[in-house]
C-alpha cells in the first residue's frame, strides 16, 4: 500500500442455508444431482405457481442474526429484484429489500492473534439463481448447460459496513465467520460447493479520509485465498491508477484464478437498476417474540469466545485452541477428555495429532469417530501414570477402531510390564555398552539419567513399563560399577 493511502473494504456474504428443501417449494437442496433434476414451476417461477415460505430456512436466519447482535424485524417481508441472467429464467430474484430480517449487530474476529471489530448492515433472506456450466464432465468446451438445480435454493446474504482495511482482514473474517456458521449448525460453509462465497467492494482513499472513494466490486469468490488474492490485486490496480493521474471507474469485476487477475464483468448497477418492486405472491410473516427467545436462549457458546476461555481455562496456545475450536464437536470431545485425564496438553497433543490424523484417514468427522471420548480418557489415564508409552496408546488406539474392542479388554490383555529379567538383561547392556558415561553419571552428571532411559526404552519392546524400567535402572545405578570396557 502506498504511503498515506488506505484500502477500504466491505464484503457481502451469500450463506447457503442448511434445509433439505428450498426457500420456496419443496425441491430438494442435495449437492451433486443430476443438472435439471432439482426443479419445479415454483422454483421457476412459472405462471400460476405460488412459493411458500420456507420455515426452517427462517429460523436459522433468525440464529444467525442472533448470534451476531442483529435486531430481528419481526414482520419479514419480500421483494422482487428485476434482472436478466441466463441462468434466472423467471427473470427476478426473490429477495428482501426494504425490510431485511436482521439488522444492524457486529462480528468479531481476529487477524493474526489481534481482535477487530466489523459492524453489519444487515443480513436478509434471498432465494438463489441458477449456474451456468462450461467445459465440465458432460459439456463440450465451446458449449454452455444451463443448471437450474440452484434455483430457489436459500440463502442468506451478510452485508458488511465497509469497515475492513486489507486483504487478510477481509480473508480473516470470513473464516471466523464460517466456523460460526458451521457452530450453529447455519450452513456446512463449504466454499468449494458454492456454500459461502463473497463479493467484495473495494476502494482507495487518503488515510483517515471520511468518503470511501469510489468502489468495484469483485464478485463470486469462493475460496479465502481466492479472497484474499483478488482483494490484494485489485488493491495494488487502484493504487496504480491513481498513481497514473486518472480515476477509478465504478465496475464489477471478475477474478481470474488462471491468470491472477482481475477482470471487468461490466459498469456496476444501483439498486435503482434492479427496478425493486414488493412480492405480491408472499404476504409478510410474522415472527411471534416467543420464537425469537426460544431460538436466543438456545445458542451455543460462539467459536471465538470459546477459543479464548480454552487458552484460560487449559492454558492451551491460541493457534491449538483456534485448531479445536473450528468444530465444535471437536471441541466437546477434547473437553471431555481434557477433564478425565486431568493434563490439558496431553489431551490436546492427541486430539490434534493421532485422532485428527486417524479421523482424516477415515475420512469422519470428530462426531462420527469410532472411540467415544470416555475410551480415549481411560487410554491416556496410562500414558500420563507412565503405564504405557505413547507409541503403545497408539497402537492400542488402532486395534480399537480395527476391532470395536473396549479399551478395557486390551489394556488387561496386552498386560503392562515384561518380566524383570528381561529387563534387567537390557539395563546391563545398555550400561556396558556406555560405561563412560556411567563413570561420568556416578560422578554427578546426573543428567545422563534420560540418556540411559531412553537407550533402554528404545531395545525394549512396547510392553515394557516405563515406571518399572526407571526403577530398575536407578537402583542399577546405584549399584556396583559397570564393566569398564566399552566408550
Not at 482507495?204 to 490484494?232: C, F, H, M, W, Y
Not at 420464537?291 to 480454552?310: Q, S, T, V
Amino acid at each position: 500500500m502506498a504511503e498515506g493511502l488506505e484500502a477500504v473494504i466491505g464484503l457481502e456474504v451469500h450463506v447457503q442455508l442448511l434445509t433439505a428443501s428450498k426457500l420456496f417449494c419443496g425441491c430438494s437442496t442435495a449437492f451433486g444431482a443430476a443438472p435439471n433434476t432439482q426443479v419445479c414451476p415454483v422454483c421457476l417461477g412459472l405462471p400460476g405457481a405460488l412459493p411458500v415460505l420456507n420455515r426452517r430456512a427462517v429460523e436459522l436466519a433468525l440464529r444467525l442474526g442472533l448470534a451476531l447482535g442483529c435486531e430481528i424485524d419481526r414482520h419479514c417481508r419480500f421483494a422482487r429484484k428485476q434482472y436478466f441472467y441466463p441462468d434466472l429464467p423467471k427473470g427476478y430474484q426473490i429477495t428482501q429489500f426494504w425490510a431485511p430480517l436482521c439488522c444492524g449487530g457486529r462480528m468479531e474476529f481476529e487477524v493474526d492473534g489481534t481482535p477487530r471489530s466489523v459492524r453489519l448492515r444487515h443480513a436478509h433472506l434471498e432465494e438463489d439463481a441458477g449456474r451456468s456450466v462450461h467445459a465440465e464432465a458432460y459439456v463440450a468446451e465451446d458449449e454452455t448447460l444451463v443448471d437450474l438445480n440452484r434455483c430457489g435454493v436459500p440463502l442468506v446474504e451478510i452485508v458488511t459496513e465497509p469497515e475492513l482495511h486489507s486483504p487478510r482482514e477481509a480473508a480473516c473474517f470470513v473464516a471466523e465467520l464460517r466456523r460460526l456458521l458451521r457452530c450453529l449448525g447455519v450452513s456446512d460453509g463449504q466454499m468449494e460447493r458454492g456454500s459461502l462465497r463473497c463479493d467484495a467492494n473495494v476502494s482507495i482513499r487518503p488515510k483517515g479520509a471520511p468518503d470511501q472513494g469510489v468502489a468495484t466490486e469483485i464478485k463470486n469468490l469462493n475460496s479465502l485465498r481466492a479472497l484474499e488474492r483478488a482483494l490484494a490485486t485489485e488493491v495494488a490496480r487502484q493504487v496504480a491508477v491513481r498513481g497514473q493521474g486518472e480515476a477509478v471507474s465504478h465496475q464489477t469485476l471478475c477474478w481470474d484464478a488462471a491468470a491472477q487477475a482481475v477482470a471487468v464483468m461490466r459498469d456496476k448497477e444501483y439498486a435503482h437498476d434492479y427496478r425493486y418492486s414488493p412480492e405480491p405472491d408472499l404476504p409478510p410473516a410474522c415472527i411471534p417474540e416467543r420464537w425469537i427467545e426460544k431460538l436466543r436462549r438456545a445458542l451455543p457458546e460462539l467459536p471465538l469466545a470459546r477459543k479464548r476461555r480454552l487458552e484460560r481455562e487449559y492454558g492451551l496456545p491460541p493457534e491449538r485452541a483456534y485448531l479445536l475450536t473450528d468444530d465444535s464437536s471437536l471441541a466437546d470431545y477434547f473437553e471431555a477428555v481434557a477433564k478425565a485425564v486431568g493434563v490439558p496438553q496431553l489431551a490436546c497433543n492427541w486430539m490434534t495429532g493421532a485422532v485428527a490424523r486417524t479421523a482424516k484417514q477415515l475420512h469422519v468427522s470428530i462426531a462420527e469417530f469410532p472411540v467415544p471420548a470416555s475410551s480415549l480418557a481411560k487410554l491416556l489415564v496410562e500414558v500420563r501414570d507412565g503405564a504405557l508409552s505413547d507409541h503403545a496408546a497408539r497402537q492400542v488406539l488402532s486395534t480399537m477402531i480395527a476391532t470395536g474392542r473396549p479399551v478395557e479388554d486390551l489394556l488387561a490383555s496386552r498386560g503392562t510390564s515384561l518380566p524383570r529379567p528381561e529387563v534387567g538383561r537390557v539395563i546391563e547392556e545398555v550400561l556396558f555398552q556406555h560405561s563412560t558415561l556411567v563413570s561420568g553419571y556416578r560422578q554427578g552428571k546426573k543428567q545422563l539419567f534420560g540418556f540411559f532411559i531412553g537407550e533402554v526404552m528404545r531395545k525394549l519392546p512396547d510392553e515394557a513399563d516405563p515406571q518399572e524400567v526407571r526403577a530398575l535402572l536407578q537402583e542399577r545405578l546405584a549399584g556396583p560399577p559397570a564393566d569398564p570396557e566399552g566408550d
